[in-house]
């Protein structure tokens, strides 16, 4: 997790993420839209904030007792997300997945063990990080057809894209200034 004052962890925590409550529970019953009562049944699917959830999740009842909720995998990393990313992940736009992809996936593998997932997503970000590194140098590549890669490209390769454009420039500058002299 980042810093307390980092703006991305803390979207990263406000996306919502589906859990099903495991228990009855007085109080809650605000956070199911289709019910009307104050009490969030047993069996309940809901999409609360991660940061809730991850709360609920591990928060038990008394020592014996099972937790309140099950927190379960996100839409955004979902086997048929998995598996576009598997087949081409250049041609997956993860924005539309979630702003804050990589993180939130983090964020989720900190609570689960699923290495699939690690491997799939580490090789995605191997894939479209070259791609982004090509864009970045390659300065029409962003106006034509990478223009819709570029739109899909999630907060944490958005910062990639910008670091490796402005080294890009600052390089074009320094061998300006090294013809020059």
């Known amino acids: 997790m980042g810093s307390y004052y980092d703006i991305d962890a803390i979207l990263t925590d406000a996306q919502k993420v589906p859990c099903t409550f495991d228990l009855d529970v007085p109080g809650l019953g605000y956070l199911d839209e289709n019910t009307g009562g104050d009490v969030i049944m047993s069996g309940t699917r809901v999409s609360i904030p991660l940061w809730l959830s991850t709360l609920l999740a591990v928060q038990r009842l008394g020592p014996s ?9 996100p839409p955004s990393i979902s086997p048929r997300v998995l598996n576009a990313l598997k087949a081409d992940a ?46 970045a140098h390659n300065p029409r590549g962003a ?22 454009h402005d080294s890009s420039k600052a390089i074009r500058i320094w061998m300006g200034e090294m013809k020059k002299s």
């Open 65 to 73: 007792s099972s937790p309140l909720c099950t927190l379960d995998l």
């Open 90 to 135: 250049k041609t997956v736009d993860l924005r539309a997945q979630a702003a804050h992809f990589y993180e939130l996936a983090a964020r989720v593998l900190e609570l689960f063990e699923e290495e699939e997932i690690v491997d799939v997503l580490s090789e995605t970000f191997k894939k479209r990080a070259a791609e982004i590194a090509d864009h």
């Open 143 to 164: 106006l034509g057809e990478g223009a819709d890669f570029l739109k899909g490209l999630d907060e944490m390769e958005r910062q990639l894209f910008r670091a490796a």
